[in-house]
């Protein structure tokens, strides 16, 4: 069924001035068959707001205010009782992940086989495709970035140097180690994201400044802690107490 995180995609979609729409059919008390189509788009005259309009053998229209936090709760219920009353299950077209998957996968797949990338890195890489759809989704709208190879090549080379730059501070550290507990190394910006979106799912990794970030996003949470070494990071994301890992001498680290 429709999820928390697909109805924030959906949001997320059209405030970037796309149209969402769908249709399904229903019987009406008679048993006569009947079509509904709903679609939801940015108002033209005001930005700050969505427009809901609805036909089934009648017309209405809704507005809801993006920075109004009880419009966009009310908002977020009608897409509910829509999806679960009706049994729609599935919106593609509107999903950055499944946007950018096959394309992410094609290309990495491709740098593998020219050796632009290891083993390892490739196998880094696809531990979060979701992320790597995600970020990309947001470089291509928000920096107006049109060439999507060119723009991914430069997420890759984005994402591996910030991997690289973590493997050299830390180098008892294994690139294995990310993979086999599928952490994803960010920046800055990706965080706050993260944060702030609560998506992508996943268990990421910031280095600012003496501090390592450790993002805890597994269900939807984004729980946040700073760390002074990555030993405790590892801790962390392994289940590890909090008191017990503040107490933990950097050098003492298994998981």
């Not at 591996?160 to 180690?177: G, Q, T, W, Y």
């Not at 002074?228 to 998981?255: P, Q, R, W």
């Amino acid at each position: 069924m429709i999820s928390e995180q697909n109805i924030g995609d959906i949001l997320r979609y059209i405030k970037k001035g796309n149209t969402f729409s769908f249709g399904y059919e229903y019987e009406d008390a008679l048993n006569n068959p009947r079509y509904t189509e709903v679609s939801i788009e940015r108002d033209i005259e005001n930005t700050n707001h969505l427009v809901w309009k609805r036909t089934s053998g009648w017309w209405e229209s809704e507005r809801f205010n993006l920075n109004g936090l009880n419009d966009i709760g009310i908002l977020k219920s009608k897409l509910r009782k829509e999806f679960y009353e009706n049994h729609i299950t599935k919106f593609d077209e509107v999903n950055p992940l499944s946007i950018h998957s096959d394309f992410v996968k094609a290309q990495l797949s491709d740098s593998l086989d020219k050796n632009s990338i290891s083993n390892d890195e490739y196998f880094y890489l696809t531990t979060n495709i979701d992320s790597l759809c995600i970020e990309l989704d947001n470089l291509i709208h928000t920096e107006s970035l049109r060439n999507k190879e060119t723009t991914f090549t430069k997420l890759v080379e984005s994402r591996l140097a910030i991997l690289h730059e973590l493997l050299i501070l830390n180098p008892d550290f294994k690139i294995n180690e990310l993979i086999q507990n599928n952490i994803t190394v960010i920046d800055r910006s990706f965080a706050l994201y993260i944060i702030d979106e609560r998506v992508p799912l996943g268990l990421f990794i910031e280095k600012a400044d003496d501090l390592y970030v450790a993002i805890y996003n597994t269900h939807g949470d984004a729980f946040v802690e700073d760390f002074d070494h990555l030993n405790k990071v590892m801790l962390y994301f392994n289940g590890a107490d909090l008191d017990e890992i503040c107490s933990t001498i950097n050098d003492d680290y298994s998981i």
